[in-house]
Each structure stands twice: as structure tokens, then as C-alpha cells.
């Protein structure tokens, strides 16, 4: 009977290891770099705009410039909700991510959070990197705010509003 004990106890053991690494692997960090042939006070401002147009409000941003008098910087903005209400919210948040595993959860908000760190280069262009992290209200089971990576689609549109306001800026 102890044998049996111990074989179940492993079983289980093992899937509960088991499905804690999925929910790990599935929440890698996606990093979106992209070069944009602009100077870096054009691209801050760039930036900016796109997050204006959106609605959304920058937290933190600091620039210096380095010794070779190339600018670097880092825009980190609020949180911005882009989802609410309990009857969509999980669809969103879903296509942009793997939202946490919550057994009867109920999400009613879904956020975003953008990171920005910029790199002016010699040729006058900037390297942007851009990491997006995701969080959402469960309301049901923990009531509390669960965080987790972006998927890269929600970065993506960032850098492709980066990219066209770019494309069709007046000095």
C-alpha cells in the first residue's frame, strides 16, 4: 500500500513540476529593437506623440549625454488600461498574452506598460528597445493585479506607429 502511496505522491509531485515550467516557458520576455534613421531628440519626440495619440501618460524618462556626445534615454510610461469589463476583458488580454492561471478567475481590466530605452549612433540614427509587460485585475479568486509578459503583437504596433510617424516627420 506504501508503495501505491508513494507512486501517486510522485505522480502527482511531477505534474504539478511539470505544468509550473509551461506556464514559465510561455512567459518569456519578448525585447522588440528597431533602428530609426532619425537623430535621437527627433525620435524622443517621436515617441512621445505615439504615446499621446494612444492616451498614454509617461511615468519616467531620463536622457544623458554619453562622452562621445551621443544621447541615450529611458521612457517608462503608466500603467494604461486597454481592456475593461468582465465579459471581453480575458478575450483581450489572451491575444496579447498568457495571462496567469486562475481557475474560475474573472479579469475586468487589462494594462500595459511600455519600456523605452533609446541609443543615439554615430550615422545619426537611434536604436529603440522596447519590452512591454502586461497585468490585469482578477476580481473573482485573488482580487488582486497579476503581471505578465507581452506576446510582441502590442510591441509591435508600438514600433510600427514609431516607424510611421517617423517616416512622415517635419523638421
Same mark, same amino acid.
Given at each position: 500500500? =506504501? =508503495?501505491?502511496?508513494?507512486?501517486?505522491?510522485?505522480?502527482?509531485?511531477?505534474?504539478?513540476?511539470?505544468?509550473?515550467?509551461?506556464?514559465?516557458?510561455?512567459?518569456?520576455?519578448?525585447?522588440?529593437?528597431?533602428?530609426?534613421?532619425?537623430?535621437?531628440?527627433?525620435?524622443?519626440? /517621436?515617441?512621445? =506623440?505615439?504615446?499621446?495619440?494612444?492616451? #498614454?501618460?509617461?511615468?519616467?524618462?531620463? &536622457?544623458?549625454?554619453?562622452?562621445?556626445?551621443?544621447?541615450?534615454?529611458?521612457?517608462?510610461?503608466?500603467?494604461?488600461?486597454?481592456?475593461?469589463?468582465?465579459?471581453?476583458?480575458?478575450?483581450?488580454?489572451?491575444?496579447?498574452?498568457?495571462?496567469?492561471?486562475?481557475?474560475?478567475?474573472?479579469?475586468?481590466?487589462?494594462?500595459?506598460?511600455?519600456?523605452?530605452?533609446?541609443?543615439?549612433?554615430?550615422?545619426?540614427?537611434?536604436? /529603440?528597445?522596447?519590452? #512591454?509587460?502586461?497585468?490585469?485585475?482578477?476580481?473573482?479568486?485573488?482580487?488582486?493585479?497579476?503581471?505578465? &509578459?507581452?506576446?510582441?503583437?502590442?510591441?509591435?504596433?508600438?514600433?510600427?506607429? /514609431?516607424?510611421?510617424?517617423?517616416?512622415?516627420?517635419?523638421?
Amino acid at each position: 500500500m =506504501k =508503495k501505491y502511496l508513494v507512486i501517486v505522491f510522485a505522480m502527482v509531485a511531477f505534474g504539478a513540476v511539470s505544468s509550473m515550467k509551461a506556464q514559465l516557458d510561455e512567459g518569456v520576455e519578448v525585447v522588440t529593437n528597431e533602428n530609426v534613421k532619425k537623430p535621437f531628440p527627433v525620435v524622443w519626440k /517621436i515617441i512621445h =506623440k505615439a504615446l499621446d495619440e494612444i492616451g #498614454c501618460r509617461v511615468e519616467v524618462e531620463k &536622457n544623458a549625454e554619453g562622452d562621445k556626445g551621443l544621447f541615450k534615454g529611458n521612457i517608462r510610461t503608466e500603467f494604461y488600461i486597454f481592456s475593461t469589463g468582465e465579459d471581453s476583458t480575458i478575450d483581450v488580454l489572451d491575444r496579447y498574452g498568457v495571462t496567469p492561471t486562475i481557475r474560475m478567475a474573472r479579469w475586468i481590466s487589462g494594462r500595459i506598460q511600455y519600456k523605452f530605452v533609446l541609443k543615439e549612433l554615430e550615422d545619426e540614427s537611434t536604436d /529603440i528597445r522596447l519590452v #512591454c509587460e502586461l497585468s490585469g485585475f482578477e476580481s473573482y479568486v485573488t482580487s488582486k493585479v497579476h503581471f505578465w &509578459n507581452s506576446n510582441g503583437i502590442l510591441d509591435k504596433q508600438m514600433i510600427d506607429k /514609431i516607424k510611421e510617424l517617423a517616416d512622415n516627420w517635419k523638421d
